[in-house]
């Protein structure tokens, strides 16, 4: 049992070692903060929400993107989504019942799609 325990150590901490320390020259790949590149930022605010929410992409590399919202239990809703600019959706939700719901960012074009929680007051 002992020399399991080292052999798992041993590993994560090889693991560790080449994910940080690898080098150009040593034929492995090294990246750096300035590889990474984030794209499509996702805010909603103010949530929870009382009469509209703000949706906001960041870095959108979005062409067609739609806002919906399901009822925590999945039942898509009818909401009015105006778009205020190229990256930024106003969403009203004043006649949604107080509760939990979730509202999705989807883009058909690029396959995007993610999920967020939001409370209506």
């Keep these: 049992m002992g020399k399991l325990k080292i052999i798992l150590v041993s590993t994560l901490f090889m693991f560790v070692g080449f994910t940080v320390y690898a080098q150009n020259d040593s034929g492995y790949p090294s990246?750096?903060?300035?590889?990474?590149?984030?794209?499509?930022?996702?805010q909603i605010y103010p949530?929870?929400?009382?009469?509209f929410l703000k949706v906001s992409i960041e870095a959108s590399t979005l062409v067609n993107?739609?806002?919906?919202?399901?009822s925590i239990i999945g039942t898509k809703l009818e909401i009015y989504?105006?778009?205020t600019s190229a990256n930024q959706f106003t969403v009203n939700v004043k006649n949604l019942p107080a509760g939990y719901y979730l509202i999705a960012v989807k883009d058909a074009s690029t396959g995007f799609s993610?999920?967020?929680?939001f409370l209506k007051r």
């Design 31 to 42: 990246f750096s903060s300035n590889d990474l590149k984030i794209e499509n930022k996702i």
């Design 47 to 51: 949530n929870p929400g009382v009469d």
């Design 65 to 70: 993107p739609k806002i919906v919202i399901h």
């Design 81 to 83: 989504t105006e778009k």
């Design 114 to 117: 993610e999920t967020y929680k």
